[in-house]
């Protein structure tokens, strides 16, 4: 069994596999609903597979296996929402029909659907590994992740590379007054608020996102359009 150092690695990496995983999701979200859920549902695996070895378990054999023993271990000590963990054995039944139901179809809304809840089990997953004890990294008072970041600072830098990847596939793809655009737009704010608070000024911030900027300049201009009607 991996021990100290090693461990922590193992785990970061497969925790890297998940928010990789995500990520991927997100992108093909509208092109391939059925591939975007299958990615969510390994988003979860890798998640928790990252937890089972950040405790000290060796590496599983099957998905039954760690699900059984992510349960028994954080489920049932209540360290880990019993709720957020049924998310998985949702994700895993849908991910099920697209490997074995070819005929199966996920509209758009049934794969943003299950994006968020990969977004959610995520997000526990990571608040979990935050709370372990230390394992000699040199961490002092938080916890912290590569390069010294702490799991804050760590989380919203990856939100900020999620944005900044959405924003850019959905570039020129949606007209201003739809709904969709209006998702582009909020993405958009979120991303100048997050980098504001990572220190970043606001012309490096405009000069580093531009596809951010231009849908912020298209929701100005259509503003203005809408009060000269």
Do not use: W
Request: charged letters at 35%; a neutral charge; hydrophobic letters at 35%.
């Amino acid at each position: 069994m991996a021990k100290g150092n090693e461990r922590d690695e193992i785990s970061g990496i497969c925790m890297d596999k998940a928010h990789k995983a995500l990520r991927a999701a997100k992108t093909i979200e509208e092109k391939d609903s059925c591939n975007s859920v299958t990615l969510a549902y390994y988003c979860m695996f890798h998640a928790a597979h990252s937890a089972l070895l950040a405790e000290g378990v060796a590496a599983v054999k099957s998905h039954e296996e760690l699900k059984s023993k992510f349960s028994e271990m954080f489920v049932d000590t209540g360290r880990f929402s019993k709720d957020v963990f049924n998310l998985m054995e949702e994700a895993e039944k849908n991910h099920h029909r697209v490997e074995y139901e070819p005929q199966t179809v996920f509209s758009l809304q049934e794969a943003l659907r299950c994006i968020k809840n990969a977004d959610k089990f995520f997000d526990a997953a990571e608040k979990l590994l935050s709370k372990e004890p230390e394992r000699g990294r040199g961490r002092e008072n938080q916890p912290q992740g590569a390069g010294g970041a702490t799991t804050a600072e760590a989380r919203r830098d990856r939100r900020i590379a999620d944005l900044d990847e959405e924003l850019k596939v959905g570039k020129n793809k949606y007209f201003p007054g739809t709904t969709e655009f209006q998702q582009q737009y909020n993405k958009a704010n979120e991303l100048f608020r997050l980098e504001k608070e990572r220190g970043t000024s606001d012309e490096e911030a405009r000069r580093r996102y531009p596809e951010a900027m231009a849908i912020l300049l298209q929701a100005v201009a259509h503003q203005s359009r809408n009060r000269q009607l």
